[in-house]
């Protein structure tokens, strides 16, 4: 199984950003995908998530109106979408998938058995 996210980049407060996670070697639509971020010299935290059949989301609070995630069975793709954003967002963004079968959307690291590489945001001000 691999997870290859692609699309973050430099970007000013307030602007907006789409990051995508291709998945391979796993059939698509029988796990749940979730993205984390990691902040220079802070622990990974939950961003988001969404089960394995796409009717259910989970977002972090800080994030909830602002952040959208989904996914295309069609392009085994799964993409993030964010608008507004501030300096605090600024991370590095990693897409993770489950263990099959997963019908809910988990937020805790642990439920996610494979992982990207990470893809950086930073929201200049």
């Known amino acids: 199984v691999q997870l290859v996210e692609s699309g973050g980049g430099l970007v000013q407060v307030g602007g907006s950003l789409s990051l995508s996670c291709v998945v391979s070697?796993?059939?698509?639509?029988?796990?749940?995908l979730a993205w984390f971020r990691q902040a220079p010299g802070k622990e990974r935290e939950f961003v988001c998530a969404i089960n394995n059949n796409g009717d259910q989301t989970n977002y972090r609070d800080s994030v909830k109106g602002r952040f959208t995630i989904s996914r295309d069975g069609f392009k085994n793709t799964a993409y993030l979408q964010m608008h507004s954003l501030t300096p605090e967002d600024t991370a590095v963004y990693y897409c993770?998938?489950?263990?099959?079968?997963?019908?809910?959307?988990?937020?805790?690291?642990?439920?996610?058995?494979?992982w990207g590489q990470g893809t950086q945001v930073t929201v200049s001000s």
């Open positions: 070697g796993y059939t698509f639509g029988t796990y749940a």
């Open positions: 993770a998938a489950s263990a099959p079968f997963k019908v809910n959307a988990p937020s805790q690291a642990y439920e996610y058995s494979f």
